[in-house]
């Protein structure tokens, strides 16, 4: 079955400084990656997605994510943060069509707090 | 367009007894899902609908759930009788497209569910 591991619960990251959260997941073969980020008082929100094709990623608030298939990870990546990406930020797979169950797997999140 | 709407934002209520959780999806998304994050672990698919047809339920607990989803509308969570690990925060999100690594999933706001 696939897993998804978010090794750190929360970060710390200074204002201004850069950020890389670590995601690796186990599956049998490439699935679909995703990173949603979740703020106080809100849904989760998609920040980007790989499907396939150029494994550095682009999303939404600056962030970008890059698929590396040899250490079956999906790092985040921002290069300055700002105090409003306080939130909780969560990992997930998704089978390609055809296979498995329909729904996402997530990691269990890690939370990013920012220090002024 | 409106997002995701779930309702009530937090109920609380004692062991034994049932609540019922409501989801209204974006107008027009078929596809409606259902997730869990109980506290500290990840959040975990339960079931997902396409119209009013239940796609996929292979995430549900146990028969002391059960989804709805009459006319492929809104859909209904109802737990009964609740359980203390029942607590929770319960996800809906909605999507246009079947498969959800082809689409992207809209989550609403959740529901927490606290069983005393």
């Known amino acids: 079955a696939q897993s998804v591991t978010q090794p750190d619960i929360h970060i710390t990251v200074s204002e201004g400084a850069s950020l890389e959260l670590r995601c690796n997941y186990s599956?049998?073969?490439?699935?679909?990656l995703f990173w949603y980020v979740q703020s106080p008082g809100q849904g989760l929100q998609l920040l980007l997605k790989?499907?396939?094709?150029?494994?550095l990623v682009q999303g939404i608030k600056g962030f970008e994510a890059e698929f590396k298939r040899s250490q079956s990870s999906f790092n985040l990546r921002k290069p300055s943060v700002h105090w409003s990406d306080a939130a909780e930020y969560f990992c997930?797979?998704?089978?390609?069509?055809?296979?498995?169950?329909?729904?996402?797997?997530f990691g269990k999140g890690t939370h990013l707090i920012i220090q002024p | 367009e409106a997002g995701v709407t779930q309702f009530p934002s937090h109920s609380v209520i004692e062991k034994g007894q049932t609540v019922t959780l409501r989801c209204d999806p974006i107008s027009g998304h078929d596809n409606l899902y259902w997730y869990r994050r109980v506290m500290g672990k990840e959040i975990k698919f339960l079931l997902h609908f396409v119209k009013e047809s239940k796609q996929d339920e292979s995430g549900m607990p146990n028969n002391r759930f059960l989804a709805e989803r009459t006319g492929g509308t809104y859909s209904t969570l109802k737990v009964q009788p609740a359980e203390l690990e029942d607590s929770g925060v319960y996800f809906c999100?909605?999507?246009?497209?079947?498969?959800?690594?082809?689409?992207?999933?809209?989550f609403g706001e959740g529901s927490r569910l606290t069983v005393l």
């Open positions: 999100a909605s999507s246009r497209r079947r498969t959800v690594g082809t689409g992207e999933l809209f």
């Open positions: 790989y499907f396939s094709g150029d494994t």
């Open positions: 599956y049998g073969a490439t699935p679909y």
């Open positions: 997930a797979v998704a089978p390609h069509s055809g296979g498995g169950a329909d729904g996402l797997t």
